[in-house]
């Protein structure tokens, strides 16, 4: 993975010194909270429910074991012994004191990590495909063009008080892992017609209260101009972007009033102005960056062989681990969804295990994904009895990747000062109803995810099965929406009809779930069964 | 490339002021005689494109120090080639100096004033800067690449 | 009745005002009536509390009880952490709240 040099260093060190100074400033009255809030945000910190919380950047979603111990040390240390992964790829710790913080970004800064523009009105951390350097169907590793795109939007000076934040994803492959369609930008690296790299560009994709997918404004980018063409596109929207109403402030929101055509015109337009000025990354950065995500020494001539004689064992390898670009390797996911768990919760010797797995099995490489897992990208086959005996022992051994307990919940009102309610006592209930791993498997690859409020922060938007909490006259209501996805044939779900409570809309995805597979055909997953039937059949089901 | 004693008057031009003030962007065009343009965050400087030879003195307006539009705004008319002042007035805090000298903006005219002692810590925080801007400070990937 | 809340500004807790001071305690919170801003202006500007705001509660067996459910959340802590709530031995906390 990518390492600091000294400028990389001194940038870092600067900030938290910067932070430093600006928290002794605000606890000394010389800043109002007003003035300080997005000066906190930039440095990942909310003013949540409970306490100060912390969102911690994990770029691209890659991480390894010593960056991994700090955050277990964070944990113990300065927070109540646990932390939760995102979905973003980053972690967040929930009990945070605004006197520690400063402490705490030095702490991370010894690692080569931070929490720049985790939040706020920023360029906010780039995600990736979690598979990156490790599957065989990207056409080229994601992550050195993430970490030059992340260098070239951190403290950019044009673009730190946007109108609303900005999301960036990647991908290379035409399997998106990454959901890049429902980011502000998501990139595809692609190959051109004569073998050069390029991007297609899509833009205006979004959840929230305005959902969108996004528009491809672009087909091939070279990708030597790719820090130039994002200057286009963002200066086009800090420029006319919306600024009176802060629900309709996203780029997503000017691509669509504009029209994806016009608002492409104009990005070409500035980009033709610009795009000759010398701003943009040269080549040899990419290169010296891409050398360090060179593939990692992987033994040659392993067997791809495996014991599968322990059922358990068996059944996690069926359901959590997938092929891997070289043989003999295997690319495996931790399940951070226990029955009864909270979702993308990890106590800090759980972290602690994860990094001494990534250390001793996966190069020292450990993968966030914006499902709130982690992945094992690179391990070899003859070592995935150890790993998953060690992760059963811990908690962390449950193979449900993708299935319906594989649930996306954000925090919600347990946690969070936006939510309407909360989300992960629903996501609770839902996995003990459906914890028979038969019954699971039966159902297949089932993609639920919860949001606690409009803001969506649990992508409902791009469930197969969607719930968004409501507040209905101050009780908690649930709302249900089918069909929604987050890959390469994004789209997003509906609402199936009035809402529910807690209990309520559990029952109605269990009638749900019994009406496609009254439905279903050979192979058919619950998404394609929907997007084949429609809403009716369920409607009936479910409202009688 | 790291700022010197910051100047009382956050004026970081040796030059005379121009001694108007900024009228409105459709006046300046009107009146050829004018040498001062107050910008606002909707208005589209690139109208100033025939005029900067005229032009001494642009003020962006930051009605919010949140709106962000007269970071563009400074950025374009120093690509534009524009070397007169370029003064950033309105809600400017002492946290958005920086961002603001690196657009390009060579004058301050705060709502608030300005703590001299914060103002010279923020503008001389950062050795290093990932970008190209208008301050002509060097990028890090020059730094590392010659 | 009317309660003053807010967060700690150092320490982000979860405060209510008891009339003479802040306390982490709900039972402990004080009927402001009218006041509750000026009182929050007070305290903002001298920065013994953060984001201040009113909230609607009822009078209840222990001391008041929000009407809306965040803020019974916010006095208690997480519904899913029992053990982080601010007072983890309480065994009544679960029914506050809901």
Redesign the interface.
């Known amino acids: 993975m990518y390492r600091y040099d000294t400028y990389d260093q001194a940038i870092v060190d600067a900030r938290v010194a910067e932070f430093r100074d600006q928290v002794a400033r605000r606890i000394a009255g010389e800043m109002t909270d007003d003035q300080f809030k997005p000066l906190r945000l930039k440095n990942g910190l909310y003013l949540q429910l409970h306490a100060y919380m912390l969102r911690i950047a994990i770029p691209y979603g890659t991480i390894n074991a010593k960056q991994l111990r700090v955050q277990a040390h964070i944990a113990r240390k300065y927070d109540r012994g646990y932390g939760h992964f995102t979905t973003r790829q980053n972690i967040q710790f929930n009990w945070i004191r605004l006197e520690d913080a400063p402490d705490i970004l030095a702490e991370l800064a010894k690692v080569e990590m931070h929490a720049i523009q985790t939040s706020g009105e920023s360029i906010r951390n780039i995600s990736a495909d979690q598979y990156a350097g490790a599957a065989a169907d990207e056409v080229c590793d994601p992550r050195p063009w993430a970490e030059l795109i992340r260098q070239y939007t951190t403290f950019h000076p044009e673009f730190s008080y946007l109108p609303r934040k900005f999301k960036i994803g990647l991908t290379a492959s035409d399997n998106d892992r990454a959901a890049i369609k429902l980011h502000d930008v998501g990139l595809q690296i692609v190959r051109g017609a004569d073998g050069e790299t390029g991007f297609r560009v899509f833009v205006g994709g979004g959840m929230g209260r305005t959902p969108f997918v996004a528009h491809l404004i672009r087909d091939f980018l070279p990708a030597a101009s790719i820090c130039s063409y994002l200057e286009a596109i963002l200066r086009v929207w800090n420029r006319h972007g919306r600024r009176d109403n802060i629900h309709k402030q996203r780029i997503k929101i000017l691509v669509h009033d504009l029209g994806a055509q016009e608002f492409a015109r104009q990005v070409e337009e500035e980009w033709a102005t610009i795009q000759h000025l010398g701003d943009d990354i040269p080549l040899r950065e990419y290169e010296r960056i891409a050398a360090y995500f060179t593939p990692p020494p992987f033994e040659e001539g392993l067997s791809d062989e495996l014991d599968l004689s322990d059922p358990r064992f068996a059944a996690w390898v069926e359901r959590n681990v997938d092929a891997h670009k070289q043989p003999g390797y295997a690319i495996a996911t931790i399940s951070l969804k226990p029955v009864g768990g909270i979702p993308g919760d990890v106590s800090a010797d759980q972290i602690d295990l994860l990094a001494d797995l990534a250390e001793k099995y996966s190069f020292d490489d450990l993968r966030p994904t914006h499902a709130q897992n982690v992945v094992l990208p690179h391990v070899r086959k003859a070592d995935l009895y150890a790993i998953w005996q060690a992760l059963d022992a811990a908690g962390l051994a449950t193979a449900n990747l993708d299935l319906i307990s594989d649930i996306i919940a954000c925090p919600g009102l347990d946690y969070c000062s936006l939510a309407n309610t909360r989300s992960i006592p629903l996501a609770q209930k839902l996995t003990e109803r459906f914890a028979d791993p038969a019954r699971q498997l039966d159902i297949g690859e089932l993609k639920l995810k919860i949001s606690g409020c409009i803001n969506a922060c649990g992508h409902h938007h791009a469930g197969h099965i969607g719930v968004l909490g409501v507040d209905r006259k101050g009780t908690e209501n649930f709302q249900l929406l089918f069909g929604g996805s987050g890959a390469e044939d994004a789209s997003l779900g509906k609402i199936i009809g009035p809402g529910f409570s807690e209990d309520g809309v559990v029952d109605a995805i269990e009638r749900a779930v019994e009406k496609y597979r009254d439905l279903r055909t050979d192979g058919e997953r619950f998404l394609d069964t929907y997007r084949r039937v429609g809403s009716d059949p369920f409607k009936e089901a479910i409202y009688g | 490339m790291v700022e010197a004693a910051i100047p009382d008057n956050l004026r970081f031009r040796d030059d005379e002021p121009a001694d108007e003030p900024g009228v409105s962007l459709d006046a300046f065009l009107d009146q050829p005689n004018a040498v001062s343009v107050r910008i606002e965050g909707g208005d589209d400087v690139r109208r100033l494109g025939p005029a900067l030879d005229r032009l001494k003195l642009v003020e962006v307006d930051f009605p919010r120090f949140r709106d962000g539009r007269g970071y563009s705004s400074a950025r374009i008319l120093r690509e534009m080639g524009y070397t007169g002042e370029l003064k950033a007035v309105g809600d400017v805090l002492v946290d958005q100096l920086l961002f603001m000298r690196r657009c390009g903006f060579d004058s301050f005219g705060p709502d608030q004033a300005l703590d001299i002692d914060v103002a010279q810590r923020a503008l001389t925080e950062y050795d290093f800067v990932y970008q190209q801007a208008a301050d002509g400070r060097v990028p890090v990937w020059k730094l590392r690449h010659g | 009745m009317k309660l003053l809340t807010g967060?700690h500004?150092?320490?982000?807790?979860?405060i209510w005002w008891t009339g003479e001071g802040w306390s982490r305690h709900v039972e402990q919170a004080a009927e402001v009536g009218d006041k509750g801003e000026q009182i929050a202006q007070v305290e903002?500007?001298?920065?013994r509390v953060?984001?201040p705001y009113i909230v609607d509660a009822e009078p209840g067996p222990t001391g008041p009880v929000p009407?809306?459910?965040?803020e019974r959340?916010?006095a208690i802590?997480?519904?899913?952490?029992p053990d982080?709530a601010l007072k983890p031995a309480d065994a009544s906390a679960g029914s506050y709240v809901i």
């Open positions: 967060n500004l150092v320490n982000g807790y979860v903002t500007a001298a920065c953060n984001n009407n809306h459910i965040k959340i916010r802590g997480p519904t899913v952490r982080l």
